[in-house]
Every structure is written in C-alpha cells, then in structure tokens.
C-alpha cells in the first residue's frame, strides 16, 4: 500500500475518492483550492461510500450463513459501520471545514484500510471457489443456483439475481447495438446473448413454477459463456484495426485484410483513381472539351449520385444517428445531380462555376465521414 505520511499528507487508502478529497483538504488548507471545489470531492466521497455500503450489503444475502466466508462478512460490518459512523460526522461539518481536523480525516483512512483489508481476504476466498463459468456473471448464477437447490437461497432471492444479471446483458446487447461499426463477430454476440437471454428466462420460469432448475437451461448458460468469451476476444482484437465505408455492408466496417471487407470481401478504402475521379473528369472536359469526357462524366455523374444516395440510406439505417454525415451526402447528391443539366449542351463555363461547389461537397463528406470514423476509434 501507498502512503504519503512522511509527505505531511493522510495515507492513501484503495478508495480514490476519500484519497482525492483527503489531498484537497491540504490543499486547501494552503490556499491551493477553493471550498466549493472541496466540497465536489467530498460529495464524491459520500456517494462512493454510500455505494460500497449499499451494494455490500445488498450482495451478502447471497452468501452461505456459515464459513470462514460468514466470519469475514461479519467483521466487514463491523468496519463497514465504523467508516460510516465517521463518514456521517464529517458530514456535519460539511461548508465549515476548519472544524474537520487532520487527525478525523487520518483517523477515517486508517477505518477505510482496515475495512478493505477484509474486503481483500473476503476476495481471495471467492477465487478459490471453482469456476463454474468463463463468464462472472454466469459463474453467479451457477453458484446461485446451486445454492437454492440446496435450500440454502429462497425463491425471491434467485429470482432477483436472474433479473439482475439478464438486465446487465440487455444493457450491453444494447450498446452493442448503437455501434455504427458492422462486425459479424458482433453480430453473433448479440445472437448468442439472446440464446442467452432464453435459458435465463426459462430458469425463472420453473423457479416461478416451483420446479427444479432445468439441466438444460444451466448447460446452454455455461457454454454460451465459453462461446461468448471466444468471440469477445475476437472483438478485442479488431478493436485497433481502422474503420472504412463498405458499400457491401451497411455501413461503417473494420477494415483487416488489404483493403477487403473482412464481413462480404468487397474492396473498400482503395483510393480513387485519380484520372477517373468524377471531379478530375469534370475539370479535364471544362479544360479541353473532349466528346469523351463529356460522355464519361454523364456516367460518372449518374454513379456518383446513385451512390450518394445508397450512402444516405445506409446512414439512416445506422443504429446511431448521424445527421451530419446524412446531411452531407444528400448535398453531395444534389450537386452532381445539377452537373447533368451542363451536359447536353456541353456548357463549360456553365460546368466551371460548379466545380468550386462540388469540390467543397467532396470534402465536406469526406470530413464529415472522418469525424464518425473518429467516433469509431474512441470506442
């Protein structure tokens, strides 16, 4: 453990929010920081306390009454009570903080080392126990399980811890879901969170029902766990791995194989060909008036807005809106569209005056696609 007694400041404690509030005090004992600041550190701390209470207490109903286990769980009340009997009576003094003294705050760190002091042994018993499943919270429910056949854990707490871990994977199906990256990997986490999904609800079912928890339900659990880590890795390791358009998908891919799709194998992010980009074509007919850029840029013009506009559906299907992105694309496809309108008649000046419009829509696009790629790599 760290400590910055010999520094003049309270020891440092595994609890980071009364550790920031603990230097704040000094801090702002010297005149380095202003009370309201303070006082932001020390709600911190109270919330973050009231948590570690709340979810400890609320997490030993589901332990086994006796045991080296129940004996620890015991004396962490006990230090749990004492950090809250002293949390509580700094509360007092909260706004009049030269009424807390360095000694309290002192005194408060010692109680909250020696409460995660037990947390520690409590912790290393539970990694002896045997791992029932490669996921935690599968493993929870397998052992919770066990106990409840063992008359150990009544209906109404098994129940609780079934809708508690299904919540948790709903909320992470459903981040998952608002990636406007498209992964197969992904998608088939998903597939198996609802396989998932399904045995849990089935288990609550026949627990409703007065039955025994069904052999069935407990083993696709366990193995959904095995599949689901395997594929999680996988996801991990993509995670660095840039993110292209694919116009064979849905949107936005990552892009791992020399510029193919990993998800269809279409060719994605390749560069333009510059003598065949629709704006070099444009700027070569204004310059020299061949018939043949005339005739390439009516089907370039007619490609590029198809494809502007297949663009902007697949934006709108995109699980996380992007209205910039959209907004951009459809004024791309609204400038190559009046590119036509020169063609017939082959009117260069006319072309000419559209060009600045249609190169600052190629960028604007461009920089709108990048600031979502962006997004992509922050997550």
């Known amino acids: 453990m760290i400590s910055l007694a010999n520094l003049g400041f309270p020891s440092l404690t595994p ?18 920081m202003e009370g309201e600041a303070l006082a932001r550190e020390f709600s911190r701390f109270q919330l973050e306390m009231s948590q570690i209470s709340a979810v400890f207490r609320s997490e030993i109903r589901f332990q086994e009454a006796h045991g080296p286990l129940q004996s620890l769980i015991e004396t962490a009340l006990q230090r749990l009570a004492v950090c809250e009997d002293q949390a509580d009576v700094l509360k007092e003094w909260e706004g009049d903080w030269e ?13 909250l080392n020696s409460l995660f002091e037990v947390f520690g042994q409590i912790r290393e018993l539970e990694e002896e126990r045997p791992r029932l499943a490669a996921s935690p919270y599968i493993h929870e429910i397998l052992r919770c399980l066990q106990l409840y056949e063992r008359g150990v854990l009544a209906p109404e707490l098994m129940q609780e811890r079934l809708a508690g871990v299904s919540q948790h994977f709903q909320l992470l199906g459903e981040q998952m879901r608002q990636s406007p990256v498209r992964l197969a990997a992904v998608e088939q986490l998903l597939d198996l969170l609802e396989v998932q999904e399904n ?24 193995d959904c766990a095995q599949q689901a880590l395997t594929i999680h890795e996988e996801i991990q390791a993509l995670a660095g791995t840039p993110a292209v358009w ?14 193919q ?21 444009a700027e070569r007919a204004c310059a020299e008036n061949r018939r043949e850029d005339w005739e390439l840029l009516q089907v370039l013009s007619q490609e590029s807005e198809a494809q502007a506009q297949e663009m902007v559906k697949k934006v709108k299907q995109l699980p996380l809106k992007q209205p910039d992105l959209e907004a951009a694309l459809l004024q791309l496809a609204g400038t190559v569209a009046e590119i036509r309108d020169y063609l017939p008649g082959r009117d260069a000046p006319g072309l000419e005056r559209l060009l600045p419009r249609l190169r600052q829509d190629l960028e604007s696009a461009a920089e709108m696609q990048q600031q979502v790629l962006e997004e992509i790599k922050g997550r």
């Open 261 to 281: 799709c990993p998800e269809c194998g279409q060719p994605v992010g390749a560069p333009e060909e510059s003598g065949d980009g629709l704006l070099a074509v």
């Open 99 to 111: 009424g807390i003294s360095e000694k309290r705050v002192q005194g408060l760190g010692a109680a």
């Open 246 to 259: 694919c116009d064979g998908c849905l949107g936005l891919v990552r892009l791992t194989d020399e510029q």
């Open 199 to 222: 045995a849990l609800q089935q288990l609550s079912e026949q627990i409703t029902e007065g039955q025994p928890p069904g052999a069935e339900s407990k083993r696709v659990l366990h």
């Open 15 to 32: 609890l980071s929010s009364f550790n920031s509030w603990a230097l704040s005090m000094a801090a702002w004992r010297s005149g380095e």
